[in-house]
């Protein structure tokens, strides 16, 4: 479950910079190879859990990732080094969806730290658990977005079937799977909305969101509006982001008894974020819709 449902029910790499307030231009400008995808996530999560102590946590994605490393012993084989991720983390480890909670409306169902002390995640946090491995280890798998859902991609030709469901304990599935399970339609594709593979900076974008969304959530919404702007401009073709930033900036107005129309500066930037939203082909999955795809992904081999 991605950042904007969670919302509207609501609501070794060496890493580019440590455990300090997040500095957006310096990551704007860095190159993929400074990035470190847990690293980011955890000093979001600090900001929630202001007590925790990150080394801690990195601890355990390195362990793991070693882990997974001595079984593949040195294999270049795509498919081996899936299994050999998928058998860590869903065999050895347990982690596993949280059934009790399908639609991320805990808080703690947010943030990789709360995933891996509980070993219980979602579409969000079981993927970033599962690139911070891969990255760690070098190899190409990345993110890739499909209306309210994230799973994980192989970037390697040779592997015929490239694509990970992580909330399914890494089983396979194919593009049109997706097309069919989330209702894609061609022009959200064509887009760039969803199933294209994600680079790492990319993917920042939705780490941001993610904050975005559980500020707004606390009525903090100049906090939130700044994590969503600057989720939009680590990638402008995510619709979720767009409409996200409507709704942050009418439940701004409507917090403060404002009322405006599209004559209004605000107003503008409103209606303009929905039309983009919706050129980009955003896909809203009612409630059942989504828990019955949730359902079908747990059930793929």
Not at 32 to 59: C, G, H
Not at 78 to 106: C, H, W
Not at 123 to 133: F, K, V
Request: hydrophobic share 35%; charged share 25%.
């Amino acid at each position: 479950m991605r950042f904007l449902k969670h919302f509207m029910l609501l609501l070794f790499c060496q890493p580019i910079w440590s455990y300090a307030k997040i500095d957006f231009n310096h990551l704007h400008r860095a190159v993929e190879s400074k990035i470190d995808i847990a690293t980011v996530s955890l000093n979001l999560a600090k900001e929630v859990y202001p007590d925790i102590e990150l080394k801690t946590y990195l601890i355990q994605v390195d362990f793991i990732a070693r882990r997974v490393g001595k079984i593949v012993n040195g294999s270049k084989d795509p498919d081996y080094r899936i299994r050999a991720i998928n058998t860590v983390l869903f065999q050895e480890l347990n982690f596993s969806y949280d059934l009790e909670d399908p639609l991320g409306m805990k808080p703690e169902n947010r943030f990789i730290n709360k995933t891996l002390e509980t070993k219980k995640g979602n579409c969000y946090t079981l993927p970033l658990l599962y690139i911070s491995i891969a990255q760690r280890l070098g190899y190409p798998i990345y993110p890739v977005l499909a209306p309210e859902h994230i799973f994980a991609r192989y970037e390697s030709p040779p592997l015929k079937s490239s694509n990970i469901e992580v909330t399914a304990r890494g089983g396979e599935a194919t593009d049109e799977q997706y097309i069919r399970d989330f209702k894609i339609p061609r022009k959200s594709i064509e887009s760039g909305a969803y199933l294209s593979t994600l680079t790492y900076k990319e993917y920042l974008s939705e780490l941001f969101a993610n904050s975005g969304a559980y500020w707004a959530g606390k009525k903090e919404f100049r906090r939130a509006e700044n994590y969503t702007a600057e989720a939009i401009r680590f990638r402008e073709n995510t619709p979720e982001s767009h409409m996200l930033m409507a709704k942050l900036l009418n439940g701004e107005l409507i917090d403060k008894k404002m009322t405006v129309t599209q004559d209004h500066p605000i107003g503008r930037k409103i209606h303009e974020h929905k039309l983009r939203s919706l050129a980009l082909g955003l896909v809203t999955l009612p409630k059942e819709e989504y828990l019955k795809t949730v359902s079908l992904n747990l059930r793929k081999p």
